[in-house]
């Protein structure tokens, strides 16, 4: 099995700023990865996955033309650790992992676009690509075009500058005050909705700026042209790690909720053999091995989810 990671351009190869990697487009290319890579179909997959057999059964549940051609075609944010980022010429983290697992259990080639967050529903829609994956929130919103299989916990969290000098600690507080979050992210949809709040109440209004990516609004904050980022709290840690101390996180989690691919309401035979695979991923320990490398027990399921988000 192979992955083929599509080339981007190389002023994006020879970029060194984290800013600068961490641009995504929803051209269908994988920003910053060279075509092949020296990992296992294009991925470092880390020793978490293990070896693994093809499961027959859940094979046998995929749609006719994925069988025969043995290509899942995918759309996902390459940009965002510790879930799916480029480190030299592979994909890295734990979504690599989950896609090199369920490549391993269905016994196909995943093959990897890189998409913004706003583009992935319309990508499946015009079928571009068979699934949405990769720190991908289930919504109500979305759940009215498309059908999730979710397969880990999510959480929201605020992230702020070393010492909290506003003293930010949830989402009520962010009235008045400015916020940022990736374009088409649910960090965004939480901070306008919070707004909202704040204005029928009689308070300002929270400020929302979006930025292609998450890293971008990360250097938004540390430069003082935000106040606060509100972001998936797997990338809110990895975040802050890279900030060498200028940020830290605040308050508890909020917004919780699940990740999960996407695929389109009519393609159910692709949904059930994304269910089946995950289950034998999780009955077989490979999905807490995962899970645990990437130290993001928190995110476990008892079992896949179908449309979990309810609010």
């Known amino acids: 099995m192979r992955l083929r990671i599509l080339t981007a351009a190389t002023a994006l190869l020879a970029a060194g700023s ?12 994988a920003a910053g990865a060279a075509k092949g890579g020296s990992g296992e179909n294009g991925l470092a997959a880390s020793s978490a996955v293990g070896e693994l057999k093809v499961d027959t059964a859940a094979r046998d549940l995929l749609p ?26 592979n994909l890295v983290g734990v979504e690599a992992d989950f896609m090199t697992a369920l490549g391993r259990t269905l016994g196909v080639k995943f093959e990897v676009g890189n998409t913004k967050f706003a583009a992935m529903v319309p990508g499946l829609q015009s079928r571009r690509f068979d699934v949405a994956m990769a720190d991908f929130s289930d ?18 969290i605020l992230i702020v500058p070393k010492g909290n000098p506003l003293k ?26 919070q707004s909202k709040k704040c204005t029928d109440s009689g308070e300002g209004a929270v400020n929302v700026q979006r930025y292609p990516t998450a890293a971008e609004s990360a250097l938004a904050l540390q430069s003082g042209r ?3 980022l509100a972001i998936d709290y797997g990338i809110a840690s990895s975040l802050v790690q890279q900030s060498q101390g200028k940020l830290q996180l605040t308050g508890g989690l909020f917004g919780k909720g699940f990740h999960g691919a996407a695929f389109r309401k009519d393609d159910q035979a ?42």
């Open 139 to 156: 919504t109500l919103e979305r759940q009215k075009q498309v059908t999730f299989v979710d397969y880990t916990r999510a959480g929201q």
């Open 64 to 89: 006719d033309g994925v069988r025969k051609s043995n290509v899942l075609k995918v759309g996902g944010s390459t940009d965002i650790a510790p879930y799916l980022s480029v480190n030299g010429k």
């Open 168 to 193: 930010l600690k949830a989402v009520a507080d962010l009235c008045g005050h400015s916020a940022a979050g990736p374009t088409g992210s649910l960090s965004v949809d939480i901070a306008m909705a």
């Open 226 to 228: 935000i106040d606060t």
């Open 18 to 29: 984290a800013a600068l990697v961490g641009c995504s487009s929803d051209t269908g290319v």
């Open 270 to 311: 692709l949904q059930k053999a994304f269910t089946a695979a995950f289950t034998t991923l999780m009955k077989n320990g490979t999905y807490k091995r995962i899970l645990d490398h990437w130290n993001l027990p928190q995110m476990s399921l008892d079992k896949v989810v179908t449309n979990g988000a309810t609010e």
